[in-house]
T-cell receptor, first 111, second 115 residues
Framework: GESVGLHLPTLSVQEGDNSIINCAYSNSASDYFIWYKQESGKGPQFIIDIRSNMDKRQGQRVTVLLNKTVKHLSLQIAATQPGDSAVYFCAENQAGTALIFGKGTTLSVSS | DTAVSQTPKYLVTQMGNDKSIKCEQNLGHDTMYWYKQDSKKFLKIMFSYNNKELIINETVPNRFSPKSPDKAHLNLHINSLELGDSAVYFC??????????????FGEGSRLTVL
């Protein structure tokens, strides 16, 4: 199950700050993880993914960290901008099933 | 061109009615999905089809019947609508490789309100 205390339903940051969104996944056999961003009134959009043979992957302004020991995934957003305000979901791929989504975190960026 | 398009975007109907939501993807993907997002934003898989064949059915009431006429289309028909069916329904597609789902591409969602 989820690790209590790791998931925050909301996160408020100032423009320019770095944001860290945490996620605890459920299945130690999951081998592929994705972060999605969902803006109001839209469908989820892919941000970044990582496979279980890696522990870190970087994109443009975003970094995903994977800790398989504690089944924890995090998304770091550098220099957060108002356009980053959205709901962020982590998702895990369990073999033979579809992507399983975690609870979302609503990121609010104030300028 | 919208990669995954679903219609209608909004649907308001009475309890007991039957309604359908249509989905089409022009990405050439083999696999399509229906997800349900509740009022707390929780996204839950309902169905998955691969090349027109049902591969995942996640304990969804049999009032929900997906139909895939070809691999580019996955429609969702709901019979005898109930208040609890009110949600946003998302269609998605992916190019499965091996055991991986791969990246999902989502439609814009169809908000169903049952009165």
């Amino acid at each position: 199950g989820e690790s209590v205390g790791l998931h925050l339903p909301t996160l408020s940051v100032q423009e320019g700050d770095n944001s860290i969104i945490n996620c605890a996944y459920s299945n130690s056999a999951s081998d592929y993880f994705i972060w999605y961003k969902q803006e109001s009134g839209k469908g989820p959009q892919f941000i970044i993914d990582i496979r279980s043979n890696m522990d870190k992957r970087q994109g443009q302004r975003v970094t995903v960290l994977l800790n398989k020991t504690v089944k924890h995934l995090s998304l770091q957003i550098a220099a957060t901008q108002p356009g980053d305000s959205a709901v962020y979901f982590c998702a895990e791929n369990q073999a033979g099933t579809a992507l399983i989504f975690g609870k979302g975190t609503t990121l609010s960026v104030s300028s | 061109d919208t990669a995954v398009s679903q219609t209608p975007k909004y649907l308001v109907t009475q309890m007991g009615n039957d309604k359908s939501i249509k989905c089409e993807q022009n990405l050439g993907h083999d696999t399509m999905y229906w997800y349900k997002q509740d009022s707390k934003k929780f996204l839950k898989i309902m169905f998955s089809y691969n090349n027109k064949e049902l591969i995942i059915n996640e304990t969804v009431p049999n009032r929900f019947s997906p139909k895939s006429p070809d691999k580019a289309h996955l429609n969702l028909h709901i019979n005898s609508l109930e208040l609890g069916d009110s949600a946003v329904y998302f269609c998605a597609s992916s190019q499965r490789t091996g055991g991986d789902t791969g990246e999902l591409f989502f439609g814009e969602g169809s908000r169903l309100t049952v009165l």
